[in-house]
């Protein structure tokens, strides 16, 4: 079997892979949707289970994937996920799993993933204080996703990595104390500038709290220093607290873009191949599951997807437009 890279018309090549199960969510983010919810996509436009793990092993068996990221919406609805993770980690050569949650459910969940394969998690958690929490995401289970931590830590799914978008006038005061927090547990946290990936597309420049005022306000109580180790295609940018070994990263997409390294392929819970966060354009992949195309033309139409792949994101023309998924239906 041959195997290609997916490599773009810039020389990048992607071999991390992100694969969104779901759009649905139990949480109501202010910064992500509405209220009362999104128009979920119907059952018969999601990938079934088996389409799900045969896009994943094409990705590594011919396309040089080495890195899968389940995500949602929150993939923990997904009702097959552990059957999915499993067949992930069933296949040769075998690829790091990991996922991205919001930690609700983790309780029931984390040791069963464990068993499958999952390596690794990575958690939303924007505030520590109840009522903002409630505030935040309509919802009043903070203490579901600090007992999901605690779970998927005794679980042995580390390093446990937590995603934190900081608001202006909302919980921009939470710097220090999450990362109090994130290094008395064991954590790895990573703060993320908030995008224009919002369903209400109401995002606007000026009231993001940027990455020069994350590390202003870490400064304040820690001392953070560049992380000399090299950054490679990680999102992240990592710092070191009080001279290491802890860290604290920031994964500045709007202020400091790191497309010229980004390793990424996505694929979205309905089957299409997302060459960018941001793109505005996708690739139909189910219609050809689902017409009986074989591994190698699904492998050509991934492939020729990725090549067109853009040289950056484009936040800063002004031409950019969001694209028309929110980063629910999208998957990060």
Not at 46 to 66: C, K, P, S, W
Not at 93 to 115: C, D, K, M, V, W
Not at 297 to 313: F, N, Q, T, V, Y
Request: glycine share 8%.
């Amino acid at each position: 079997m041959t195997v290609r890279a997916l490599t773009d018309r810039y020389g990048r090549v992607a071999t991390d892979l992100r694969v969104s199960l779901i759009d649905k969510c139990n949480l109501r983010c202010t910064y992500c949707m509405p209220a009362e919810g999104l128009t979920w996509l119907p059952s018969e436009r999601l990938l079934t289970d088996d389409e799900v793990v045969r896009l994943v092993r094409i990705a590594v068996t011919r396309l040089g994937v080495d890195e899968i990221r389940f995500t949602g919406g929150e993939p923990l609805l997904r009702p097959g996920l552990v059957g999915i993770v499993a067949a992930t980690a069933a296949l040769d050569p075998r690829p790091q799993i990991s996922l991205t949650t919001n930690g609700i459910g983790l309780t029931r969940h984390a040791s069963p993933l464990r068993e499958a394969g999952l390596d690794r998690i990575n958690v939303s958690l924007d505030t520590l204080e109840p009522e903002r929490f409630f505030e935040l995401t309509r919802r009043r289970r903070l203490t579901e996703v600090l007992d999901g931590l605690d779970a998927a830590r005794a679980a042995g799914l580390g390093p446990i990595k937590l995603n934190t978008v900081l608001m202006r006038g909302v919980n921009d005061d939470e710097a220090v104390p999450l990362l109090r927090f994130a290094l008395a547990q064991g954590y790895e946290l990573r703060f993320i500038e908030q995008m224009p990936l919002d369903a209400g597309h109401v995002w606007r420049r000026d009231t993001m709290v940027t990455a020069a005022e994350i590390l202003a306000a870490l400064r304040t109580t820690f001392h953070v220093e560049p992380d000399p180790e090299h950054r490679g295609a990680a999102p992240a940018e990592t710092w070191l607290v009080d001279g290491g070994p802890a860290k604290v990263g920031v994964i500045a997409s709007v202020t400091r873009p790191f497309c010229g390294a980004c390793d990424r392929t996505r694929l979205t819970a309905d089957g299409a191949v997302r060459s960018c966060l941001f793109s505005r354009t996708e690739t139909d992949l189910r219609g050809l599951l689902r017409d009986g195309s074989s591994d190698d033309a699904i492998a050509d139409a991934w492939a020729g997807a990725m090549a067109a792949k853009l040289p950056g994101h484009g936040i800063d023309d002004p031409s950019f437009l969001q694209p028309s998924r929110p980063m629910s239906a999208i998957g990060g």
